[in-house]
């Protein structure tokens, strides 16, 4: 029986039957044998069901028309610039890409899986080139993929398509990574809440601060932009309920994602806030420690740029009388101090100098401190201090090589002596012991 | 004297000039013809200036007619790590610099061609090869699995991997020995010991009864590694350099400069440290050091 309702327009009958002629489905009255209605002999592409033996981009046709993966992979493209809010000019920039990058020769006969990964790299490098921050990670949580297939197919498919993408800067995810935190009174108690606005501010500030000292620099981004956030908020208002309280469970406040590698950027931060904070004049001698930092924070980002210039000076110092006296670095401790009464007078315009950029000073400095070395003697410090103030953490802890062996020049056409190869030849009796382990080893195997 | 005059013209234009003029073939972006000033400013200026004394100071009628050519070809080698190629400059380059230096020691670092400028500024450090991957044919197929009983430096597990894997402890190497008679041998960490330790290997494939030869010892690949001593800013030099460099500190934290001339990968790190791979000749990871050392130091001071 075919479709129910239909009639036989000769005899008006409803027993309408499918039947096939030489594979045309027809539609045929079964009382008088007329043709109701015919199928199409052949289908159209879109509506084979089955695969062809040969694939569709071997085939002879001339105009090819996408085929479906393409079409899917456009779909998931404008679905994804969708969700992320991109505008329209981006949106068709990364389809662009996209059908590019998927006739590339490179991309055509790649796994499925490779295919969706490219259409989530070109809105990636679509986003790079307009500026909208965005990371590698949180596209790869979009599209569920492995991170080392996306930064695979990334990779190659900006050397298929010789686009230029310009990596974001660290400084630049700092405002949308911020956005995740829920951190307003209507989601925390109002002694732990921040707005977003201040919050971004200072964490901008020591973003700044951790760039320059050489912690950015060759790491994964999201966790130093946690670690940022956290001091932040911490310095905010530094109250007790607000010292107490770890990452891990700032985190879980906030609603954000744990991380393990946060917390060692947060030591590593503070220790640079410590090295500035050691140079506040109203310190008078005390330490400053890593639990104490936090509170004066807010005077260390202040005063940043006067702290640096007398830290940079100090440090100068102390290389200097270490190279001369082998170590007592208590002389050098006045020094700081008497500068004192001095800086108070300085002190007194911290917000004019603070706008300027301080990523000349540091180098500027830095290079005083060079000369300082060079003068004081280079290489002969027998404790392994510090060469700058600040120095990237992997050349503070360098990994210990194993030692060396010299390299012996050899010619290559030297003689090889036969005792040598012997050596490496197993004796007839070592060899029918290998041959009986193997084979006991191959039938217990054999048992289980 | 034509090419005298012709060498003074040349000397006295400046470098970006002549580059447009004589049109050379690009290899990268077209974006390429507004940086080269700013990525070769500091190598530039220090490589060119002995010329253009020594251009001014010198009568030059005196010396042989190719000269100028080989001078041209020596200013293109030195724009040419900014990426530019031109092919014809290259093929003259490279027959007078096999009449130039005939006898170049293995470990006599590559210098610039002309004879009459020293190398300005060398860096003073060098390299240190780390690694060398070499091929040779045994050419007589063999038998892996009585290779793995007779031989006690050898491991052989065909369900993982088709070949021997064998090691000797003096060059401290590894060879891996395929059923074809081909062989694999790395470790070493100079050229002439990873052609000892192959013919080791062949000597052991030899003793075990089959008939080894020894034909077709080539190098595959020499790794390199060194420090510059000094901090470096990734994230600028990914700016400054684009059509080279790639930085994704998500997914390794050290650059990835893919060199043109000579046609050398190299990791540079934010300690300072970079490896050099790629090359078939130590010279080239000589010269790659050399090209990339100006650049990091010229930005180390920005």
């Known amino acids: 029986m075919a479709a129910v309702g239909l009639k036989c327009p000769e005899c008006g009958s409803l027993d309408i039957v499918d039947d096939e002629h030489y594979s045309q489905p027809q539609l045929v009255c079964a009382d008088c044998g007329a043709v109701v209605s015919e199928g199409l002999l052949t289908t159209t592409r879109s509506e084979e069901l089955q695969g062809t033996d040969v694939r569709y981009s071997n085939s002879t046709e001339v105009n090819k028309q996408p085929c479906r993966n393409q079409i899917k992979g456009i779909h998931r493209v404008r679905a994804l610039c969708r969700i992320l809010r991109l505008s329209f000019v981006m949106e068709e920039t990364a389809e662009n890409y996209f059908k590019q990058a998927y006739e590339h020769p490179s991309f055509i006969r790649v796994s499925l899986q490779k295919k969706e990964v490219l259409a989530g790299c070109c809105i990636l490098a679509t986003c790079r080139q307009h500026s909208w921050p965005i990371t590698m990670g949180t596209m790869t949580c979009l599209l569920e993929a492995n991170p080392k297939l996306m930064g695979v197919v990334y990779q190659e498919m900006v050397k298929a398509l010789k686009i230029e993408a310009p990596p974001t800067s660290v400084i630049d995810l700092l405002e949308t990574h911020c956005q995740a935190y829920k951190l307003s009174p209507q989601h925390v108690h109002e002694e732990l809440s921040e707005s977003s606005k201040d919050l971004t501010k200072r964490a901008a500030v020591l973003l700044e601060l951790a760039a320059d000292a050489w912690l950015v620099t060759g790491r994964q981004p999201v966790p130093i932009l946690t670690a940022s956030i956290y001091l932040a908020w911490q310095s905010l208002k530094p109250t007790q ?67 640096l210039r007398k830290a940079l000076k100090s440090h100068e110092a102390a290389l200097a009388s270490e190279s001369e006296l082998p170590p007592s670095l208590e002389d050098t401790q006045p020094g700081p101090r008497d500068d004192a009464p001095s800086l108070d007078a300085t002190a007194s315009q911290p917000d004019a100098e603070s706008a300027q950029q301080p990523q000349q000073d540091v180098d500027l400095t830095c290079t005083v401190v060079m000369g300082g070395l060079s003068r004081a003697g280079s290489g002969q410090v027998s404790t392994p201090s510090k060469r700058s103030l600040f120095e990237p953490p992997s050349v503070t802890h360098a990994k210990i090589r194993r030692v060396q062996l010299p390299v012996k020049e050899v010619t290559g056409d030297e003689e090889i002596s036969d005792s040598e190869i012997d050596s490496y030849i197993r004796t007839p009796q070592e060899m029918r012991d290998y041959a009986e382990a193997k084979e006991a080893l191959s039938s217990s195997e054999e048992e289980f | 004297m034509d090419e005298g005059s012709a060498l003074e013209r040349y000397f006295d234009e400046p470098i970006e000039t002549t580059q447009a003029d004589s049109g050379f073939l690009f290899e990268g972006d077209l974006g390429l013809q507004g940086t080269p000033q700013l990525q070769n400013s500091s190598f530039l200026s220090t490589l060119s200036q002995p010329e253009k004394d020594i251009g001014e100071d010198l009568d030059l009628s005196f010396l042989p007619d190719d000269l100028p050519e080989e001078s041209r070809g020596n200013a293109a080698n030195v724009t040419q790590d900014s990426g530019l190629f031109d092919a014809d400059r290259s093929e003259d380059f490279e027959t007078d610099s096999n009449n130039a230096m005939p006898g170049t020691s293995t470990f006599c670092p590559m210098t610039p061609m002309t004879p009459l400028a020293p190398v300005a500024e060398s860096s003073g450090i060098i390299p240190i090869l780390q690694n060398i991957v070499s091929t040779v044919n045994l050419a007589c197929p063999l038998d892996l699995k009585s290779i793995a009983l007779q031989a006690r430096n050898a491991e052989y597990n065909p369900k993982r991997f088709a070949a021997v894997i064998m090691r000797i402890r003096e060059p401290r190497t590894t060879a891996l020995i395929f059923s074809s008679g081909k062989m694999v041998c790395t470790g070493a960490k100079s050229e002439d010991q990873s052609r000892l330790a192959a013919r080791k290997y062949a000597r052991v494939v030899q003793k075990l009864g089959f008939p080894a030869k020894f034909l077709d010892f080539k190098i595959q690949n020499m790794v390199g590694s060194c420090d510059v001593c000094f901090p470096i800013r990734l994230e600028g030099l990914v700016l400054t350099h684009q059509q080279f460099s790639s930085y994704e500190p998500e997914l390794f934290p050290g650059l990835i400069y893919r060199m043109v001339k000579p046609r050398i990968v190299l990791l540079i790190f934010v300690s300072g440290k970079v490896v050099l791979t790629g090359a078939k000749e130590r010279g080239e990871i000589y010269e790659a050091f050399e090209n990339i050392y100006p650049i990091l130091k010229g930005f180390r001071k920005q």
């Open chain 1, 241 to 307: 309920t607000r010292l107490k309280y770890t990452l891990a469970r700032f985190c879980q406040m906030a609603k954000v994602a744990k991380s393990s590698i946060a917390p060692k950027r947060v030591t590593e931060l503070k220790e640079v806030l410590c090295k500035l904070g050691q140079e506040l004049p109203w310190l008078r001698g005390s330490e400053m420690t890593p639990q104490t930092v936090v509170q004066m924070v807010d005077d260390i980002l202040n005063y940043r740029l006067t702290l």
